[in-house]
C-alpha cells in the first residue's frame, strides 16, 4: 500500500464528479427492471424488518424558464399549459400505481422532496392540485419534512404564500451566486433584485428553514467576485447553505460548447481553486457560529436545522420517487424512471409504471453505499455500523480506511471514523479508493 496520494486532475473536465449512490448509475440496466417490479408485490413484513424502514416521497418537476449552462438534470423550456397539465395527471397516476403495491399501502411518509428542474415554475394552482391529490394517495400528516427547490425569479408574494400553505418545511433557493454578470454568463434565469426580494418575503411569512444554494468555480468567477457572494451570503443569515464545487457533466451546454470547440479543458476554476473557495466560505460562517455539517452543507444551529431527505437518502430510507428521469429506492431495489418527457408520460397513462433500469444491490453493496455516502458528512459511527450490518466497518473496509488516514485525509477515534477538512472538501474522489474494482471507472478530480 502506496503512501503517496492519488494523483490530482488540476484542470476541470467533463464528466460527473459526485458521488450520488452507489453501485453507479452505469450498472443500473433495463433487463433488472423486473426485479423491481416483482420488490413491489412483497408486503413490509417479509422486507427485512421494511415496516421500520422510513418512507419518504422525491417529485421531479421538470420545467424550467430557461436552462442553466452547467445544467445537468432532466429539465424543459418548452412545455405548454396543457403539457405541464398532462405531466401532472401523469405524476398522480403513477403515484396511485405506487400507493396500491403492497410494498407501499399503508405506509406514512416521513419525508418529502419537491425537486427539479424548477417547482416553483408551477403556477399556485397547479400545485395544490398536484400536492392535494399527492395527500389523497399518501397522507403527509407524520411527514417531518418536506422541501421545495425554488427559482427566486419564479418567486411571487403570491406564489411563495401558496408554497408556505402547502405545509413546506424547508425552502431551499438556487441563488448560486449574487452577480448579476455571473448569473447571466452561466444562463441562470434570474438576478440578484428578484433574490433579495424573494427572500425577504419568505423569511417575513415564516418558513421554519431556508437553505441557499451557491455554486464555486462558475464561468468567469474571480476571488473577488466569490468573496463578494460569501459576504452577501453570511448578511443573509439563511437557515443553512450548500456549497457545490462546479462539475462539468457530458450532458451540459458548457460541454457542448467545449465538444464545438474542440477543447479538453472547462472554462470554470480548476479543482484546487473550488476546494479554497468553498473552504473559504465555511470559514467565514464558522465565524459566525454556523457549524459544517457535510462536504457542501453548513448550517446555522444543528440542534434545529435537519436534512431528513438527506438523512433518509444515505442512511438506506425507501425513497419512492415519481416523474420523469428520477430514480429511488424502494424494498432493497434502486431504480430509475424514462427519462425523456413522452415515453414517461405514455407509460403512465397506459397503465405501466414508468420504469426503466434497476438494480438489486447485494449485501455487501448495500453496506458500501450506506458507509460512503454517510462519509461525506465527515463522521461515522463504526458502532452504529456494526449494529446494522454485524460487520464493523474498521475490519470491512481496513484497507481504504488506512489509505485514506496515510495520505492525512481521515482520523479514526474510538467509535468514529472522522474525515479532515481538507478530505471533506474532496471526498468524492476519495470514495473511489472504497469501489468494488468491477465499479471502478478511472480516477476522478
Same mark, same amino acid.
Given at each position: ?260 470547440? *474542440?477543447?479538453? @479543458? ?9 476546494? &479554497?473557495? +468553498?473552504?473559504?466560505? #465555511? %470559514? =467565514?460562517?464558522?465565524?459566525? *457560529?454556523?457549524? @459544517? ?9 444543528? &440542534?434545529? +436545522?435537519?436534512?431528513? #431527505? %438527506? =438523512?433518509?437518502?444515505?442512511? *438506506? ?129
Amino acid at each position: 500500500m502506496s503512501t503517496a496520494t492519488p494523483p490530482l486532475r488540476h484542470e476541470t473536465t467533463a464528466g460527473n464528479y459526485f458521488v450520488a449512490n452507489y453501485p453507479p448509475f452505469a450498472f443500473w440496466k433495463p433487463e433488472f427492471v423486473p426485479e423491481f417490479l416483482s420488490a413491489l408485490e412483497r408486503p413490509p413484513s417479509t422486507l427485512n424488518s421494511q415496516l421500520s424502514t422510513p418512507l419518504g416521497l422525491y417529485t421531479h418537476i421538470p420545467f424550467c424558464r430557461k436552462r442553466c449552462h452547467f445544467c445537468y438534470f432532466k429539465v424543459y423550456t418548452d412545455k405548454d399549459s396543457s403539457e405541464v397539465r398532462g405531466y401532472l395527471d401523469a405524476l398522480l397516476k403513477e403515484l396511485t400505481v405506487y400507493a396500491g403495491k403492497p410494498a407501499i399501502g399503508g405506509r406514512k411518509l416521513k419525508f418529502i422532496y419537491f425537486g427539479g428542474g424548477t417547482p416553483s415554475y408551477l403556477s399556485p394552482d397547479q400545485l395544490k392540485f398536484l400536492t392535494d391529490g399527492m395527500k389523497r394517495l399518501l397522507p403527509w400528516d407524520e411527514a417531518e419534512e418536506v422541501t421545495f427547490e425554488a427559482e427566486p425569479g419564479t418567486l411571487t408574494d403570491h406564489k411563495l404564500k401558496a408554497i408556505r400553505d402547502l405545509g413546506v418545511t424547508r425552502l431551499s433557493l438556487g441563488i448560486e451566486h449574487f452577480d448579476d454578470h455571473i448569473l447571466e454568463i452561466n444562463g441562470r434565469a434570474h438576478r440578484s433584485k428578484e433574490i433579495a426580494r424573494a427572500y425577504a418575503y419568505a423569511r417575513e411569512i415564516g418558513f421554519p428553514q431556508i437553505n441557499i444554494d451557491l455554486i464555486a468555480g462558475m464561468v468567469e468567477e474571480t476571488e473577488d467576485k466569490w468573496r463578494e457572494t460569501v459576504a452577501k451570503a453570511v448578511e443573509l443569515r439563511p437557515d443553512s447553505v450548500t456549497i457545490y464545487q462546479m462539475e462539468v457533466p457530458f450532458n451540459t451546454g458548457i460541454y457542448h460548447q467545449m465538444k464545438a470547440d *474542440g477543447k479538453l @479543458v472547462a472554462p470554470v476554476a480548476d479543482w484546487e481553486t473550488k476546494r &479554497a473557495w +468553498v473552504d473559504y466560505a #465555511y %470559514r =467565514e460562517f464558522e465565524k459566525i *457560529g454556523y457549524t @459544517v455539517t457535510s462536504g457542501t452543507t453548513v448550517v446555522r444551529d444543528p &440542534a434545529k +436545522v435537519k436534512f431528513i #431527505y %438527506r =438523512e433518509g437518502l444515505f442512511g *438506506g430510507a425507501d425513497i419512492l420517487s415519481i416523474g420523469v428521469a428520477s430514480f429511488g429506492h424502494l424494498s432493497g431495489v434502486h431504480y430509475q424512471n424514462h427519462h425523456e418527457f413522452a415515453p414517461y408520460v405514455d407509460a403512465v397513462n397506459a397503465g405501466k409504471l414508468p420504469v426503466y433500469r434497476a438494480l438489486t444491490p447485494s449485501a455487501d453493496e448495500r453496506y458500501l453505499r450506506e458507509f460512503m455516502l454517510q462519509l461525506k458528512l465527515g463522521s461515522v459511527s463504526a458502532e452504529k455500523f456494526t449494529k446494522k450490518f454485524g460487520r464493523d466497518p474498521r475490519e470491512q473496509f481496513a484497507a481504504p480506511l488506512a489509505t485514506l488516514k496515510e495520505w492525512g485525509f481521515l482520523t479514526n477515534g474510538g467509535d468514529r471514523i472522522n474525515v479532515t477538512r481538507e478530505g471533506l472538501l474532496q471526498i468524492d474522489r476519495l470514495l473511489h479508493e472504497f469501489f468494488k474494482p468491477e465499479h471502478k471507472t478511472g480516477r476522478y478530480a
